[in-house]
T-cell receptor, first 114, second 114 residues
Framework: AQSVTQPDIHITVSEGASLELRCNYS??????LFWYVQSPGQGLQLLLK??????LVQGIKGFEAEFKRSQSSFNLRKPSVHWSDAAEYFC????????????FGQGTTLQVKP | DGGITQSPKYLFRKEGQNVTLSCEQN?????MYWYRQDPGQGLRLIYY???????QKGDIAEGYSVSREKKESFPLTVTSAQKNPTAFYLC?????????????FGPGTRLTVL
Protein backbone atom coordinates (compact mmCIF):
# COMPACT_ATOMS: atom_id res chain seq x y z
CA ALA A 1 0.00 0.00 0.00
CA GLN A 2 1.11 3.55 -0.64
CA SER A 3 2.06 5.80 2.24
CA VAL A 4 3.62 9.19 2.79
CA THR A 5 5.66 10.31 5.77
CA GLN A 6 6.56 13.86 6.65
CA PRO A 7 8.95 13.41 9.57
CA ASP A 8 8.84 16.99 10.78
CA ILE A 9 5.55 18.14 12.29
CA HIS A 10 6.76 21.66 12.96
CA ILE A 11 9.76 23.63 11.64
CA THR A 12 10.90 27.13 12.53
CA VAL A 13 13.33 29.07 10.34
CA SER A 14 14.51 32.65 10.29
CA GLU A 15 13.44 34.90 7.45
CA GLY A 16 16.04 34.76 4.71
CA ALA A 17 17.33 31.34 5.75
CA SER A 18 17.11 28.28 3.53
CA LEU A 19 14.39 25.69 3.96
CA GLU A 20 14.08 21.97 3.38
CA LEU A 21 10.93 20.02 4.18
CA ARG A 22 11.23 16.27 4.09
CA CYS A 23 8.89 13.79 2.44
CA ASN A 24 9.33 10.03 2.19
CA TYR A 25 6.98 7.77 0.33
CA SER A 26 6.32 4.07 0.04
CA UNK A 27 5.34 2.72 -3.36
CA UNK A 28 6.63 -0.11 -5.53
CA UNK A 29 7.00 1.81 -8.77
CA UNK A 30 7.63 5.43 -9.69
CA UNK A 31 4.90 7.43 -8.02
CA UNK A 32 3.33 10.73 -8.97
CA LEU A 33 4.40 13.24 -6.31
CA PHE A 34 2.97 16.57 -5.23
CA TRP A 35 3.62 19.35 -2.75
CA TYR A 36 0.73 21.53 -1.61
CA VAL A 37 0.63 24.56 0.69
CA GLN A 38 -2.23 25.59 2.96
CA SER A 39 -2.66 28.93 4.72
CA PRO A 40 -4.74 28.87 7.93
CA GLY A 41 -8.42 28.27 7.25
CA GLN A 42 -7.89 27.98 3.50
CA GLY A 43 -7.83 25.30 0.85
CA LEU A 44 -4.70 23.71 -0.58
CA GLN A 45 -2.67 25.22 -3.40
CA LEU A 46 -0.35 23.17 -5.59
CA LEU A 47 3.31 24.20 -5.35
CA LEU A 48 4.79 21.64 -7.73
CA LYS A 49 4.45 18.11 -9.03
CA UNK A 50 6.63 15.32 -10.39
CA UNK A 51 5.39 12.75 -12.86
CA UNK A 52 8.53 11.80 -14.80
CA UNK A 53 11.65 13.25 -16.41
CA UNK A 54 13.99 15.69 -14.71
CA UNK A 55 14.17 14.82 -11.04
CA LEU A 56 14.58 18.45 -9.98
CA VAL A 57 11.23 20.17 -10.27
CA GLN A 58 10.61 23.90 -10.12
CA GLY A 59 7.40 25.25 -8.68
CA ILE A 60 5.67 28.46 -7.81
CA LYS A 61 6.79 30.98 -5.17
CA GLY A 62 10.46 30.02 -5.61
CA PHE A 63 10.08 26.44 -4.37
CA GLU A 64 11.76 23.38 -5.85
CA ALA A 65 11.78 19.69 -5.02
CA GLU A 66 14.04 16.80 -5.90
CA PHE A 67 12.89 13.25 -6.51
CA LYS A 68 15.40 10.70 -5.26
CA ARG A 69 14.33 7.20 -6.13
CA SER A 70 17.11 5.53 -4.10
CA GLN A 71 15.93 7.30 -0.95
CA SER A 72 12.18 7.24 -1.73
CA SER A 73 12.17 10.95 -1.04
CA PHE A 74 10.74 14.11 -2.53
CA ASN A 75 12.05 16.94 -0.36
CA LEU A 76 10.87 20.52 -0.82
CA ARG A 77 13.43 23.34 -0.76
CA LYS A 78 13.58 27.10 -0.92
CA PRO A 79 16.85 29.09 -0.85
CA SER A 80 15.51 32.07 1.10
CA VAL A 81 12.33 31.99 3.14
CA HIS A 82 9.94 34.95 3.33
CA TRP A 83 7.57 35.65 6.21
CA SER A 84 4.66 34.97 3.85
CA ASP A 85 5.83 31.36 3.48
CA ALA A 86 4.55 30.56 6.96
CA ALA A 87 1.89 27.91 6.35
CA GLU A 88 1.28 24.18 6.43
CA TYR A 89 2.86 22.06 3.73
CA PHE A 90 1.59 18.71 2.52
CA CYS A 91 3.34 16.08 0.45
CA UNK A 92 1.10 13.72 -1.52
CA UNK A 93 1.61 10.61 -3.63
CA UNK A 94 -0.57 9.11 -6.30
CA UNK A 95 -0.28 5.90 -8.27
CA UNK A 96 -1.70 5.13 -11.70
CA UNK A 97 -3.25 1.98 -10.32
CA UNK A 98 -5.09 3.85 -7.59
CA UNK A 99 -7.89 5.43 -9.64
CA UNK A 100 -6.48 8.91 -9.29
CA UNK A 101 -6.61 9.05 -5.51
CA UNK A 102 -3.88 10.88 -3.64
CA UNK A 103 -2.43 9.87 -0.29
CA PHE A 104 -1.40 12.83 1.84
CA GLY A 105 1.25 13.11 4.52
CA GLN A 106 0.37 14.52 7.91
CA GLY A 107 1.74 17.93 7.05
CA THR A 108 4.57 20.16 8.25
CA THR A 109 3.82 23.52 9.83
CA LEU A 110 6.38 26.17 8.94
CA GLN A 111 6.92 29.11 11.25
CA VAL A 112 9.11 31.99 10.06
CA LYS A 113 10.97 34.12 12.60
CA PRO A 114 11.59 37.78 11.72
CA ASP B 1 -13.08 32.66 -13.12
CA GLY B 2 -12.93 28.88 -12.98
CA GLY B 3 -12.68 27.22 -9.64
CA ILE B 4 -14.27 25.33 -6.81
CA THR B 5 -16.69 26.88 -4.35
CA GLN B 6 -17.74 25.47 -1.02
CA SER B 7 -20.53 26.72 1.16
CA PRO B 8 -21.06 27.63 3.84
CA LYS B 9 -17.63 28.63 5.14
CA TYR B 10 -18.72 27.96 8.73
CA LEU B 11 -21.45 25.57 9.81
CA PHE B 12 -22.79 24.77 13.24
CA ARG B 13 -24.76 21.65 13.95
CA LYS B 14 -26.60 20.36 16.94
CA GLU B 15 -26.06 16.76 17.90
CA GLY B 16 -28.46 14.45 16.08
CA GLN B 17 -28.88 16.69 13.05
CA ASN B 18 -27.89 15.96 9.49
CA VAL B 19 -26.15 18.75 7.60
CA THR B 20 -25.19 19.10 3.95
CA LEU B 21 -22.02 20.76 2.70
CA SER B 22 -22.06 22.17 -0.80
CA CYS B 23 -19.29 21.78 -3.39
CA GLU B 24 -19.55 23.20 -6.90
CA GLN B 25 -16.93 23.36 -9.66
CA ASN B 26 -16.93 25.06 -13.05
CA UNK B 27 -13.67 23.54 -14.25
CA UNK B 28 -15.43 20.82 -16.27
CA UNK B 29 -13.59 18.21 -14.20
CA UNK B 30 -14.77 14.62 -14.19
CA UNK B 31 -13.52 13.59 -10.76
CA MET B 32 -14.45 15.10 -7.40
CA TYR B 33 -13.32 14.31 -3.86
CA TRP B 34 -14.25 15.03 -0.25
CA TYR B 35 -11.59 15.13 2.46
CA ARG B 36 -11.73 15.61 6.18
CA GLN B 37 -8.89 17.48 7.89
CA ASP B 38 -8.13 17.23 11.60
CA PRO B 39 -5.10 18.79 13.30
CA GLY B 40 -2.03 16.60 12.93
CA GLN B 41 -3.77 14.02 10.73
CA GLY B 42 -3.39 15.45 7.27
CA LEU B 43 -6.22 14.89 4.80
CA ARG B 44 -8.34 11.77 4.89
CA LEU B 45 -10.52 10.76 1.97
CA ILE B 46 -14.23 10.43 2.71
CA TYR B 47 -15.79 9.82 -0.72
CA TYR B 48 -14.83 10.31 -4.33
CA UNK B 49 -16.65 10.32 -7.64
CA UNK B 50 -15.07 9.62 -11.01
CA UNK B 51 -18.18 10.26 -13.08
CA UNK B 52 -21.73 11.50 -12.76
CA UNK B 53 -24.10 9.13 -10.94
CA UNK B 54 -21.23 7.09 -9.54
CA UNK B 55 -19.17 7.41 -6.36
CA GLN B 56 -16.98 5.26 -4.10
CA LYS B 57 -16.19 5.20 -0.42
CA GLY B 58 -12.86 6.50 0.75
CA ASP B 59 -11.04 5.62 3.92
CA ILE B 60 -13.48 7.16 6.41
CA ALA B 61 -16.95 7.02 4.79
CA GLU B 62 -18.91 5.90 7.85
CA GLY B 63 -21.44 8.52 8.90
CA TYR B 64 -21.26 10.40 5.59
CA SER B 65 -23.21 10.27 2.33
CA VAL B 66 -22.82 11.91 -1.07
CA SER B 67 -24.56 12.27 -4.40
CA ARG B 68 -23.32 13.15 -7.89
CA GLU B 69 -26.34 14.03 -9.99
CA LYS B 70 -24.55 16.74 -11.94
CA LYS B 71 -20.97 16.98 -13.13
CA GLU B 72 -20.55 20.33 -11.40
CA SER B 73 -21.88 19.36 -7.98
CA PHE B 74 -20.83 16.90 -5.28
CA PRO B 75 -22.63 17.62 -1.98
CA LEU B 76 -21.62 15.88 1.23
CA THR B 77 -24.11 15.06 3.98
CA VAL B 78 -22.81 14.57 7.48
CA THR B 79 -25.33 12.35 9.20
CA SER B 80 -26.12 11.90 12.87
CA ALA B 81 -24.29 8.57 12.65
CA GLN B 82 -20.96 10.41 12.42
CA LYS B 83 -19.86 10.46 16.03
CA ASN B 84 -17.21 13.14 15.84
CA PRO B 85 -18.04 15.43 12.91
CA THR B 86 -16.29 18.58 14.09
CA ALA B 87 -13.57 19.14 11.49
CA PHE B 88 -12.50 21.11 8.43
CA TYR B 89 -13.93 19.68 5.21
CA LEU B 90 -12.27 20.14 1.85
CA CYS B 91 -13.66 19.42 -1.59
CA UNK B 92 -11.38 18.87 -4.58
CA UNK B 93 -11.64 18.04 -8.26
CA UNK B 94 -9.36 16.77 -11.00
CA UNK B 95 -9.49 16.73 -14.77
CA UNK B 96 -9.95 13.07 -15.46
CA UNK B 97 -10.81 10.00 -13.53
CA UNK B 98 -8.89 6.77 -13.46
CA UNK B 99 -5.45 8.32 -13.59
CA UNK B 100 -3.39 10.61 -11.42
CA UNK B 101 -3.77 14.32 -11.93
CA UNK B 102 -3.38 17.44 -9.91
CA UNK B 103 -6.31 18.03 -7.59
CA UNK B 104 -7.75 21.53 -7.24
CA PHE B 105 -9.15 22.43 -3.84
CA GLY B 106 -11.98 24.59 -2.62
CA PRO B 107 -11.65 26.97 0.35
CA GLY B 108 -13.18 24.51 2.82
CA THR B 109 -16.07 24.38 5.28
CA ARG B 110 -15.49 24.31 9.02
CA LEU B 111 -18.16 22.25 10.76
CA THR B 112 -18.66 22.54 14.50
CA VAL B 113 -21.01 20.41 16.53
CA LEU B 114 -22.56 22.23 19.44
Amino acid sequence: AQSVTQPDIHITVSEGASLELRCNYSYGATPYLFWYVQSPGQGLQLLLKYFSGDTLVQGIKGFEAEFKRSQSSFNLRKPSVHWSDAAEYFCAVGAPSNTGKLIFGQGTTLQVKP
Amino acid sequence: DGGITQSPKYLFRKEGQNVTLSCEQNLNHDAMYWYRQDPGQGLRLIYYSQIVNDFQKGDIAEGYSVSREKKESFPLTVTSAQKNPTAFYLCASSVTSGTVNEQFFGPGTRLTVL
